[in-house]
């Protein structure tokens, strides 16, 4: 089975792993948005998987413009989505779960507003 979710944001530079000045404060505070930005969405999903996968392998699909971010400061600031799928009890998040996450850049052109 597979279970796809649509974010419409890139982790913060406060989330990413060369994010050394932001303060522990901010961290938190962003990462929990991004928790329950990702828990609300696997909430509006039409059906849930059944809970605790036993083996999952996990892909970014990035969509940027610009510079791509770098893939391991990528899947470090994507850690609070995980955590969100921790706690809407889909997976469990340990190594012999999550074998692999893998990440995918698609360019797009920058839009003005």
């Known amino acids: 089975m597979t279970l796809e979710v649509d974010l419409p944001f890139l982790p913060p530079p406060e ?6 000045n932001a303060h522990w404060s901010v961290r938190h505070r962003k990462a929990r948005a991004r928790r329950d930005a990702v828990a ?9 998987p059944d809970p ?8 970014y699909h990035v969509r940027y413009c610009g510079k791509p971010i770098d ?11 995980l955590d969100a799928l921790k706690g ?18 698609t360019p797009v052109a920058r839009v003005d507003i």
């Open 15 to 20: 989330l990413r792993g060369n994010s050394r």
């Open 52 to 59: 605790l996968w036993e083996a999952v392998i996990i892909t």
């Open 88 to 105: 809407e009890v889909i997976l469990e998040d340990s190594p012999e779960v999550v074998r692999h996450i893998d990440v995918t850049y």
């Open 71 to 81: 893939r391991d400061n990528l899947i470090m600031g994507m850690k609070p989505a």
């Open 40 to 48: 609300v969405r696997l909430r509006e999903l039409p059906e849930l």
